[in-house]
């Protein structure tokens, strides 16, 4: 079997749901006859990925993106990527810069037919202040006077209706005169609040008079201290959809109650002449929870700002800029969001899926390269003093035309502690006095026995070798033996920092059931080993991945490896263990 074949070929078709609502839009040509301002027709499909600036994105978020501007791709349709920035004091421009950066690193761009669709919600504050106006002037909105903790009594609950507030009533005059004097910054925030009037006894609490704008005297990174009242999210939402034209609005499943205020407010729109049909429409997914993480914002900054990890793009952290730095490719994360499709009901995916899709991106790609992590020396006692002898291997076992690279063998080696045992268990086929191995694209050796420190510890272990028996000549193939370990020479070998991560969390749902998700943390998350690696890997650009020989795939660390000293992350072991 060739392990190069692209793997989704050998999945079922991952389920998405959405996709078969989009056919039936295609086909009833639903979305067909719009046109643009200047009367060229729109796609049929325009979606739109909306972040609130106010957090690094994490793999949640990646499958959003992944889906959001999948879907128009596939579709021949458009994505915008568009800033909810509508709430001032949480969102700050760090924010908005490392969510553009990792939108694109993830292989996406909002370019279509030559325009940008990069928008924020705060573009459209004007729009959203005239269409206020217009819901007061027609009695769908009216400005609450109430304090917040009355508000909050009369909201009612889910047994019990709400009750209508005593400005409800209002004159729309004086309501419209009212949220002009909280836009000219006349009152506190909190002293009124602008309501849409729909019903106090919905059933949908979302639906019992929302608000619509609220004071907030707060900075805002993109339009300063031009505004002091800041339109919420439900009533932002929508529109700033319909502004763009978005067909299908996608989001998660917590947003199906909001749904109907999503469709009241973009018909009352429309019947004013801000819209036409047909809307926007909003459907709902499954949020994605990923066993051994997490992947709420909160909880995410508590671990970097009480530093049990090292800052946001920690190669631990479940973030965008975490999982790049950790080295998994952006192909990985979208064959990972393809697979895991997009369902309607919520449900883990398991951790292992998401490593499973870095392992079949990188075997395809990954150069092959030595490192020995945990060194114990190697004497060939039998090897010419001050000489050494090239081996070669292939740059890649299923690519011969990748060529091969060249290594040294010396008298002295380096290779694993492990691949050495005094007195072996049953079952072990490598170093033990007495027993031959192949070292690896080497030769065959025969072990002699080892030299210990004084506590007992093994310090070296030596062996002879048989000349005749070098990989790829003839005479290699007189020596069967079962054990095959792999080396460096220690006067050729580079010398590096590898650090070894592992899942920063040994608890598989480590905040489910409001569990404190801090115990649940892997004590053993991190380790760095000085180890020794195959020359010519300290010419590894920052970035660049390896497959090291046995042990699994390596990175270059974007932020700490350098020419000459490099440092390289694991990024996943060769096979899944934690079955085992
Ligand atoms: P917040 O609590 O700050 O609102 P959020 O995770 O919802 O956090 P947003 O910036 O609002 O962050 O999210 C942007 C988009 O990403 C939304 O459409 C949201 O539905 C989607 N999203 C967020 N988390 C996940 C997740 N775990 N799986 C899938 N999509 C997600
Ligand atoms: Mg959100």
Redesign the pocket.
């Known amino acids: 079997m060739s392990h190069d074949t692209n793997k989704t070929a050998d999945h079922a078709a991952p389920s998405n749901f959405l996709r078969g609502i989009i056919d039936a839009d295609t086909q009833s040509g639903k979305y067909a006859a719009r046109t643009d301002d200047k009367g060229q027709p729109l796609p049929v499909v325009i979606t739109r990925?909306?972040?609130?600036?106010?957090?690094y994105?994490?793999?949640?978020?990646a499958?959003?993106?992944c889906l959001n501007f999948g879907l128009a791709r596939d579709y021949d349709g458009r994505c915008h990527l568009r800033f909810?920035d509508t709430n001032p004091a949480k969102e700050d421009q760090e924010y908005v810069d490392t969510i553009i950066d990792s939108v694109q690193w993830l292989g996406f761009n909002w370019q279509h037919n030559g325009q940008t669709h990069l928008h924020y919600a705060s573009d459209y504050f004007d729009q959203l202040y005239a269409m206020a106006q217009w819901l007061i002037g027609a009695g769908y909105a009216y400005v609450d006077s109430q304090s917040a903790e009355q508000m909050a009594a009369n909201r009612g609950n889910f047994s019990e209706p709400g009750t209508d507030s005593p400005f409800r009533a209002r004159p729309a005059a004086e309501s419209l005169d009212l949220l002009g004097r909280m836009k000219a910054g006349e009152f506190k925030d909190g002293e009124h609040i602008l309501r849409a009037k729909i019903d106090m006894a919905s059933p949908n609490m979302n639906m019992r008079d929302p608000a619509i704008y609220r004071i907030r005297h707060a900075h805002h990174h993109r339009t300063g201290d031009a505004w002091c009242i800041y339109p919420m999210y439900d009533y932002t939402h929508p529109i700033s959809d319909a502004l763009e034209n978005i067909t299908h609005s996608?989001?998660?499943l917590e947003?199906q109650d909001h749904r109907p205020f999503y469709d009241w407010i973009l018909e009352r729109l429309t019947e004013g002449g801000f819209f036409k049909q047909p809307l926007p429409q909003q459907y709902e997914?499954?949020?994605?929870?990923l066993t051994y993480a997490i992947?709420?914002?909160?909880k995410l900054l508590q671990l970097v700002e009480e530093n049990i990890v090292d800052g946001w793009d920690d190669p631990r952290m479940p973030t965008i800029v975490g999982i790049r730095r950790r080295g998994f490719t952006p192909e990985s994360i979208q064959l990972f969001a393809e697979r895991i499709g997009v369902a309607k009901s919520d449900s883990w995916i398991d951790m292992s899926t998401l490593e499973g899709a870095l392992r079949d991106d990188l075997d395809a790609k990954a150069p092959r390269t030595v490192a020995v992590l945990k060194p114990l020396k190697l004497m060939i006692d039998n090897f010419p003093l001050n000489e050494s002898v090239a081996c070669s291997a292939p740059v890649h076992p299923h690519h011969p035309e990748r060529g091969v690279r060249e290594f040294m063998i010396s008298r002295e080696l380096w290779i694993e502690e492990e691949d050495f045992m005094e007195e072996p268990g049953k079952g072990y086929f490598r170093l033990y006095p007495g027993n031959k191995v192949r070292l690896r694209y080497g030769y065959v050796i025969e072990c002699t026995g080892c030299d210990k420190d004084a506590s007992g510890k093994v310090i070296a272990v030596h062996c002879n070798y048989f000349a005749d028996s070098k990989s790829g000549t003839e005479g290699s193939a007189n020596y069967k033996v079962k054990g095959n370990i792999h080396w460096v020479s220690a006067a050729h070998a580079i010398e590096a920092e590898v650090r070894i991560y592992e899942r920063l969390f040994s608890d598989p749902q480590p905040d489910a059931g409001g569990k404190d998700f801090k115990q649940g943390l892997n004590p053993h998350s991190k380790s760095v080993v000085k180890a020794y690696l195959e020359a010519g890997a300290e010419n590894a650009q920052p970035d660049q991945k390896f497959q090291f020989e046995r042990h699994g795939y390596f990175v270059a660390d974007r932020i700490d490896s350098k020419a000459g000293t490099p440092v390289f992350n694991r990024i996943v072991t060769l096979k899944d263990s934690s079955g085992k």
Not at 57 to 61: K, S, Y
Not at 295 to 298: E, F, L, Q, V
């Open positions: 990925f909306p972040p609130e600036p106010n957090g994105l994490h793999i949640g978020h499958k959003s993106i909810d996608l989001c998660t947003f997914f499954a949020r994605l929870n992947t709420s914002k909160r």
